[in-house]
């Protein structure tokens, strides 16, 4: 098993700039989560997907922000012309049901300039 | 508003002794409570949770203890030990909201030799 994986680590971008970020959960986990942590603060719910199907998207997530999880598996989180105050780390989280613990990977740190 | 919130951003306490970790929510609705422990450069991992119909779960040196009627939950670690240094969050969430997670800021616990 090797966890839930994040890539790219790190990302610096200028802003105004598009980013995307791709998360691989534990392989038999049919729910993913995508979560944003500001210095200082816990963890924010951005949205999760059980299988393919968007279930859920917090108010946080602006139309700037976009998410897919095309067959199920990895997926992606695209930010469209970023902006400052979209610098955090970007967490995603797996798990197997609805009261199945969440796993969560490294993060992305994004840096926007 | 912050639904959920651990008011002491920092702990130290000494390695063998105990250490108390608090946490407080506003939301009734919360029925299911989790610890997660974060290292530096690293996701935060599941530590032990608690379901509302109970006030206590032990895991081994981990303890959490619920007080529904004072909306408040608290974790002991004993003894502890100095790689038990981190940040810890408590999280929550409730049947109907899909499972999404609302975090604490955190405490930063420091355990010296």
């Known amino acids: 098993d090797t966890g839930v994986s994040q890539n790219p680590r790190h990302k610096i971008t200028k802003r105004g700039q598009n980013v995307t970020f791709r998360c691989d959960p534990i392989s038999e986990h049919n729910r993913l989560y995508w979560y944003r942590q500001t210095l200082g603060q816990g963890p924010e719910f951005l949205t999760y997907f059980q299988n393919e199907a968007q279930l859920e998207k917090s108010r946080l997530l602006s139309d700037r922000f976009s998410a897919e999880r095309p067959k199920g598996s990895f997926s992606t989180l695209e930010i469209q012309r970023t902006e400052q105050g979209d610098s955090a780390m970007y967490l995603c989280?797996?798990?197997?049901?609805?009261?199945?613990?969440?796993?969560f990977g490294p993060g992305t740190r994004l840096t926007v300039l | 508003d912050q639904q959920v919130k651990q008011n002491s951003p920092s702990l130290s306490v000494q390695e063998g002794r105990i250490s108390i970790l608090n946490c407080d929510y506003t939301n009734s609705m919360f029925d299911y409570f989790l610890w997660y422990k974060k290292y530096p450069a690293e996701g935060p991992t599941f530590l032990i949770s608690i379901s509302s119909i109970k006030d206590k779960n032990e895991d081994g040196r981990f303890t959490v203890f619920l007080n529904k009627s004072a909306k408040h939950l608290s974790l002991h670690i004993v003894p502890s030990q100095p790689g038990d240094s981190a940040v810890y969050f408590c999280a929550a969430s409730q049947e109907t909201s899909g499972s999404r997670l609302t975090f604490g800021e955190g405490t930063q616990l420091t355990v010296n030799p």
């Open positions: 989280a797996s798990g197997g049901g609805p009261r199945d613990t969440q796993y």
